[in-house]
């Protein structure tokens, strides 16, 4: 009797709860930002410096987050303490509604809200792993809650835009309330073996061969890493495209709700799809197609605009499913935490850096229109130029092997 439930430490609906309140306390305020800041007469050069806070917060804080989180064993401690602080950065938010203000909580945001994703995929991730449920089906929990509650929110928050910010500090409290119903064990894991000081080596960063077995993980990050610029550029800017051209909060809820809907076929497939073509030529098609999607929002319209984000779930699902569980599968004991934290800096870090920053400089010089194209193109040749890599080193190792 006690063998049967230990196996039932935990449930598939709590880890179904924690990825579907991930991505809701998400829906409640994030698609809405941006419009947020243009509705306050924020320009969007400034827009592209508050959105690219949470992406240097990723590459300086983040890793700190992720070696004490590794190194203490005590992975729903701290993930519930980044919660608790997101909450409460949020309310920040009524401080003011001038740039200075918004910098400062955007900054006190940063801080702790960029390092909940990768905590919360981490403990889930291993979870289904352990229990050998279906993380397909689990994440699409978040999925089917971001679609439902993005919409909701964008007809509510048309009246009151500010509520946002209320709503998604108390849906983190709710899933820092579910992180302590996990098993005692994720207060015990394993911590790093490797040598104490090995592990002081340079404050936040990572030595892929300290945290991955397999060294094809650097093709999986050049192309999360030139996905991101175009996802971020996308999502940063799309909202200040539609308000240019007529659109409010209801709209742009829409558009969300398209995007998170069209995850939900992919979820039902990628499983097979990954099985049979494998992780890497996906993420590879899925960053080229990201370059297509760019182009497609070019086209000014609500009817493009709509195509462009059915077009989320066979490039950002895509693209994240893969590099999440290829992470899962190839990571080092121990290092659970800081694998999924790489790809995490690498794209909502780096790449969101030069998407946001870079990308409203050029929406204030080119335009929304030619600065879609532009980044468009620029994903485009990136992922080619990768891809080429990819295949001459396979080709070159044949070669070696025969």
């Known amino acids: 009797?006690?063998?049967?439930?230990?196996?039932?430490?935990?449930?598939?609906?709590?880890?179904?709860?924690?990825?579907?309140?991930?991505?809701?306390?998400?829906?409640?305020?994030?698609?809405?930002?941006?419009?947020?800041?243009?509705?306050?007469?924020?320009?969007?050069?400034?827009?592209?410096?508050?959105?690219?806070?949470?992406?240097?917060?990723?590459?300086?804080?983040?890793?700190?987050?992720?070696?004490?989180?590794?190194?203490?064993?005590?992975?729903?401690?701290?993930?519930?303490?980044?919660?608790?602080?997101?909450?409460?950065s949020l309310m920040s938010y009524y401080l003011g509604h001038s740039f200075v203000s918004f910098l400062f909580s955007s900054t006190l945001l940063a801080l702790f809200s960029t390092s909940v994703s990768p905590m919360t995929d981490a403990i889930v991730i291993r979870n289904a792993n352990r229990y050998n449920y279906n993380f397909a089906f689990i994440r699409m929990g978040g999925t089917v809650g971001y679609a439902v509650i993005v919409l909701i929110a964008g007809i509510y928050l048309r009246q009151n835009p500010s509520a946002q910010f209320f709503l998604s500090a108390v849906s983190y409290l709710v899933l820092m309330g579910l992180m302590f119903l996990l098993p005692k064990s994720e207060n015990h894991l394993p911590v790093s073996d490797a040598p104490r000081t090995q592990r002081k080596k340079g404050v936040g960063l990572f030595r892929l061969q300290d945290?991955?077995?397999?060294?094809?993980?650097?093709?999986?990050?050049?192309?999360?890493?030139?996905?991101?610029?175009?996802?971020?550029?996308?999502?940063?800017?799309?909202?200040?495209?539609?308000?240019?051209?007529?659109?409010?909060?209801?709209?742009?809820?829409?558009?969300?709700?398209?995007?998170?809907?069209?995850?939900?076929?992919?979820?039902?497939?990628?499983?097979?799809?990954?099985?049979?073509?494998?992780?890497?030529?996906?993420?590879?098609?899925?960053?080229?197609?990201?370059?297509?999607?760019?182009?497609?929002?070019?086209?000014?319209?609500?009817?493009?605009?709509?195509?462009?984000?059915?077009?989320?779930?066979?490039?950002?699902?895509?693209?994240?499913?893969?590099?999440?569980?290829?992470?899962?599968?190839?990571?080092?004991?121990?290092?659970?935490?800081?694998?999924?934290?790489?790809?995490?800096?690498i794209q909502a870090g780096l790449a969101s850096i030069i998407g946001n920053v870079l990308g409203g400089r050029l929406v204030d010089f080119a335009g929304n229109c030619l600065s879609y194209r532009l980044t468009g193109s620029f994903v485009l040749l990136a992922a080619a130029c990768v891809i080429f890599v990819l295949l001459w080193q396979e080709h070159k190792e044949r070669r070696t092997f025969l």
Not at 270 to 277: A, C, G, Q
Not at 319 to 341: D, L, M, N, R, W
Request: proline residues 3%; charged residues 10%; aromatic residues 12%.
């Open 1 to 88: 009797m006690k063998r049967k439930k230990n196996v039932c430490e935990c449930p598939v609906w709590l880890l179904l709860a924690l990825n579907s309140f991930l991505y809701i306390s998400s829906a409640l305020y994030s698609p809405f930002l941006s419009t947020y800041y243009t509705q306050n007469g924020i320009s969007s050069t400034q827009i592209g410096i508050l959105m690219a806070i949470g992406p240097v917060a990723s590459v300086l804080v983040q890793p700190l987050w992720a070696r004490a989180s590794d190194a203490s064993g005590r992975a729903k401690t701290f993930a519930a303490l980044v919660m608790a602080g997101t909450a409460v």
């Open 211 to 345: 945290i991955f077995e397999d060294r094809k993980i650097v093709y999986v990050l050049a192309f999360a890493f030139v996905f991101q610029i175009g996802a971020s550029f996308c999502s940063a800017f799309l909202g200040v495209y539609a308000v240019e051209i007529g659109y409010g909060q209801s709209q742009i809820g829409l558009l969300n709700c398209i995007s998170a809907s069209s995850e939900i076929p992919v979820l039902l497939c990628i499983k097979k799809l990954t099985r049979k073509f494998g992780a890497i030529p996906l993420i590879g098609a899925s960053t080229f197609l990201m370059g297509i999607r760019l182009f497609c929002v070019s086209g000014g319209s609500l009817p493009f605009f709509m195509l462009a984000q059915a077009m989320q779930g066979i490039t950002y699902m895509v693209v994240h499913f893969g590099c999440a569980t290829y992470i899962g599968s190839t990571v080092k004991s121990g290092k659970s935490f800081e694998g999924q934290s790489v790809l995490y800096i």
